[in-house]
């Protein structure tokens, strides 16, 4: 079973619903429901990756059955399948039209002046091949640094249509068919919005392809207008095609290079369809002076076969074999997914924990509202993705006497917790030696090990310059240390160098950790909690966000 683009954006917004909990009850409830979902999962044999889709189409059956008829629409997966679908149907009509157009206007013949040859060949068929070829070049260049630079502009272009203006349009069609939700849908639908836009920084990798086949498929379509076009033009009316130029001088050289282009079908077409003859060229060519009075009939109408196979052979199948190409290649890049990130392996910490306190009050369990989950549960695996539905499968039906249970067990310490996790994740921790001493290292360390469940396996003080503090870490971090939890005081604002600092180290001796600026008050304060609504934590995040690495995450130490 894979993820899909739809499932990795849900994920993560439902994923940033639960990191707003900020108080210690709001914290125990979504680790309360995110153990009970465990619970209810059939885990033998079950990857972290399958307990991340199972939890997934849980939190969706809740959202939906929350949020109601129209909870569909509110999640930010769903939501940009929804304009993405729109967004390629509406670019392969526009298109298909445009082409349609073009070509039906292009071969406008009044007895007079035929159809030149060339400039037909040039724009429907020599042009769509060049933009193809230069389509794959950067592909390949892609790879490099040096394309890395920048998403280009045709990608711009593109994600600016999909991502500002058919919302705006959807919006507006909503408005005037009176479709428009009530004030909570409303903002839901907002913040999905804006989580889509936000998100197309974050992961724009997993955007390339979507957008790629996207703009492939206009070419296709305007392709396939042009070839219908001609079609239905050459069917319904008398069109005369010649050529003329004043650099080639022998229809013999004309001839040649027809029978290079239609090599491709020419083995397996009929001699009369694959391309013009050699007299049938030299009858078609044309001098302005005489006119195409002495021309013969069958010598002008012999190309347009010629024209139509090179349209199918050098601009449809060929974005045809892109499309195909990108769909297999966007399936690759998300099986490749890392779900290892840190906000992931928290979520399977929470998931895999004993908690504090069970209850919650999210999940219907019992009575009318546990049969219409049930229900939801039902027309969820019939209408979602596949695999989704093989998710829920996982799920079991908890018994009421289970539920009771479950809801009569007794609160347990943090000590109780933390030993019922068994191996708790290792991780590391940077600190600047000249602001934490070895007592503040400790408490910090404690803090760590409560709040997030992980093994601190050492304090490396560290001076940030980078080549020093590279050498460093490449010497101290342990192998199976991951995450590795930069301190860094919340009063202290993002300057450049900083960013830049941590992202090099990212870059190079981190690149196969996660790293987590964790913030934190200053040492003298006795209670270093930061506020979910502190300015400079808000700040922080924004700041990190720009950055465009999923793989960089901002935490801190909650009340």
């Given at each position: 079973m894979t993820?899909?683009?739809?499932?990795?954006?849900?994920?993560?917004?439902?994923l940033?619903?639960?990191?707003?909990?900020?108080?210690?009850?709001?914290?125990?409830?979504?680790a309360?429901?995110d153990?009970?979902?465990?619970?209810?999962?059939?885990?033998?044999?079950?990857?972290?990756?399958?307990?991340i889709?199972?939890?997934?189409?849980?939190?969706?059956?809740?959202?939906?059955?929350?949020?109601g008829?129209?909870?569909?629409?509110?999640l930010?997966?769903k939501?940009?399948?929804?304009?993405?679908?729109?967004?390629?149907r509406?670019?392969?009509?526009?298109?298909?039209?445009?082409?349609?157009?073009?070509?039906?206007?292009?071969?406008?013949?009044?007895g007079?002046?035929?159809?030149?040859?060339?400039?037909?060949?040039?724009?429907?068929?020599?042009l769509?091949?060049?933009?193809f070829?230069?389509t794959?070049?950067?592909?390949v260049?892609?790879?490099?640094?040096l394309?890395?630079?920048?998403?280009?502009?045709?990608?711009?272009?593109?994600?600016?249509?999909?991502?500002?203006?058919?919302?705006?349009?959807?919006?507006?069609?909503?408005?005037?068919?009176?479709?428009?939700?009530?004030?909570?849908?409303?903002?839901?639908?907002?913040?999905?919005?804006?989580?889509i836009r936000t998100?197309?920084?974050?992961?724009?990798?997993?955007?390339?392809?979507?957008m790629?086949?996207?703009l492939?498929?206009?070419?296709?379509?305007?392709?396939?207008?042009?070839?219908?076009?001609?079609?239905?033009r050459v069917?319904?009316?008398?069109?005369?095609?010649?050529?003329?130029?004043?650099?080639?001088?022998?229809?013999?050289?004309v001839?040649?290079?027809?029978?290079?282009?239609?090599?491709?079908?020419?083995?397996?077409?009929p001699?009369?369809l694959?391309?013009?003859?050699?007299?049938?060229?030299?009858?078609?060519?044309?001098?302005?002076?005489?006119?195409?009075?002495s021309l013969?009939?069958?010598n002008?109408?012999s190309?347009?076969?010629?024209?139509?196979?090179?349209?199918?052979?050098?601009?449809?199948?060929?974005?045809?074999?892109?499309?195909l190409?990108?769909f297999?290649?966007?399936?690759?890049?998300?099986?490749?997914?890392?779900?290892?990130?840190?906000?992931?392996r928290?979520?399977?910490?929470?998931?895999?924990?004993?908690?504090?306190?069970?209850?919650?009050?999210?999940?219907?369990?019992?009575?009318?509202?546990?049969?219409?989950?049930?229900?939801?549960?039902?027309t969820?695996?019939?209408?979602?993705?596949?695999?989704?539905?093989?998710?829920?499968?996982?799920?079991?039906?908890?018994?009421?006497?289970?539920?009771?249970?479950?809801?009569?067990?007794?609160?347990?310490?943090?000590?109780?917790v933390?030993?019922g996790?068994?191996?708790?994740?290792?991780?590391?921790?940077?600190?600047?030696?000249s602001?934490?001493?070895?007592?503040?290292?400790?408490?910090?360390?404690?803090?760590?090990?409560?709040?997030?469940?992980?093994d601190v396996?050492?304090?490396i003080?560290?001076?940030?310059?980078?080549e020093?503090?590279?050498?460093?870490?490449?010497?101290?971090?342990?192998?199976?240390?991951d995450?590795?939890?930069?301190?860094?005081e919340?009063?202290?604002?993002?300057?450049?160098?900083?960013?830049?600092?941590?992202?090099?180290?990212k870059?190079?001796?981190?690149?196969?950790k996660?790293?987590?600026?964790?913030?934190?008050?200053?040492?003298?304060?006795?209670?270093?909690?930061?506020?979910?609504?502190?300015?400079?934590?808000?700040?922080?995040?924004?700041?990190?966000?720009?950055?465009g690495?999923?793989?960089?995450?901002?935490?801190?130490?909650?009340?």
């Amino acid at each position: 079973m894979t993820f899909t683009l739809s499932d990795i954006m849900d994920l993560d917004y439902l994923l940033s619903l639960d990191e707003q909990a900020d108080t210690p009850e709001q914290t125990r409830a979504v680790a309360a429901r995110d153990r009970d979902i465990f619970c209810q999962l059939d885990t033998a044999d079950m990857s972290d990756t399958d307990l991340i889709m199972s939890w997934l189409a849980y939190r969706k059956l809740v959202f939906f059955h929350q949020a109601g008829e129209k909870g569909k629409w509110h999640l930010p997966g769903k939501l940009f399948s929804l304009l993405y679908c729109w967004m390629a149907r509406g670019l392969a009509l526009v298109s298909g039209i445009i082409g349609m157009a073009m070509a039906y206007g292009f071969l406008a013949y009044h007895g007079v002046r035929p159809v030149n040859v060339t400039l037909f060949f040039v724009v429907f068929v020599l042009l769509p091949a060049v933009l193809f070829l230069f389509t794959l070049a950067g592909l390949v260049l892609r790879r490099s640094r040096l394309f890395r630079s920048g998403p280009g502009v045709f990608f711009t272009l593109i994600s600016g249509v999909l991502f500002r203006v058919v919302p705006g349009i959807l919006e507006r069609a909503m408005k005037r068919f009176g479709k428009m939700p009530d004030d909570a849908g409303k903002a839901r639908l907002d913040a999905a919005l804006y989580f889509i836009r936000t998100k197309k920084q974050a992961y724009g990798f997993l955007f390339f392809w979507p957008m790629l086949i996207l703009l492939s498929l206009g070419a296709l379509f305007f392709s396939f207008g042009a070839l219908g076009g001609t079609l239905f033009r050459v069917a319904v009316s008398d069109v005369a095609f010649g050529w003329q130029s004043t650099l080639v001088a022998f229809p013999s050289l004309v001839h040649d290079i027809v029978s290079l282009v239609a090599a491709p079908w020419a083995a397996w077409v009929p001699d009369h369809l694959s391309g013009p003859t050699l007299e049938q060229i030299e009858g078609s060519r044309i001098f302005l002076k005489q006119g195409i009075a002495s021309l013969a009939t069958e010598n002008l109408v012999s190309w347009w076969p010629f024209l139509c196979f090179a349209m199918v052979f050098y601009a449809i199948v060929p974005r045809l074999l892109l499309i195909l190409a990108g769909f297999y290649a966007q399936r690759s890049v998300l099986e490749q997914y890392d779900f290892h990130r840190p906000r992931f392996r928290r979520l399977l910490v929470r998931m895999k924990s004993p908690v504090m306190d069970i209850g919650f009050n999210e999940q219907p369990v019992n009575g009318s509202d546990q049969r219409s989950a049930r229900h939801d549960r039902q027309t969820f695996s019939s209408t979602d993705t596949g695999h989704a539905a093989k998710a829920q499968q996982n799920i079991k039906q908890p018994s009421r006497a289970a539920d009771t249970a479950q809801k009569n067990t007794e609160t347990r310490t943090s000590e109780d917790v933390i030993a019922g996790v068994g191996v708790l994740t290792p991780a590391v921790v940077l600190v600047l030696a000249s602001i934490w001493n070895e007592t503040d290292q400790a408490r910090i360390q404690e803090l760590i090990r409560q709040q997030f469940l992980l093994d601190v396996l050492q304090v490396i003080p560290i001076d940030m310059d980078l080549e020093t503090d590279a050498d460093l870490l490449e010497k101290s971090i342990p192998p199976s240390a991951d995450p590795v939890i930069f301190l860094q005081e919340v009063w202290q604002p993002p300057i450049r160098g900083l960013l830049h600092y941590l992202v090099q180290l990212k870059q190079g001796v981190l690149a196969d950790k996660n790293l987590w600026v964790l913030l934190t008050r200053t040492p003298d304060d006795e209670d270093l909690a930061v506020a979910a609504d502190d300015t400079d934590f808000s700040v922080w995040q924004t700041c990190i966000a720009r950055l465009g690495r999923p793989d960089i995450l901002v935490e801190r130490i909650r009340p």
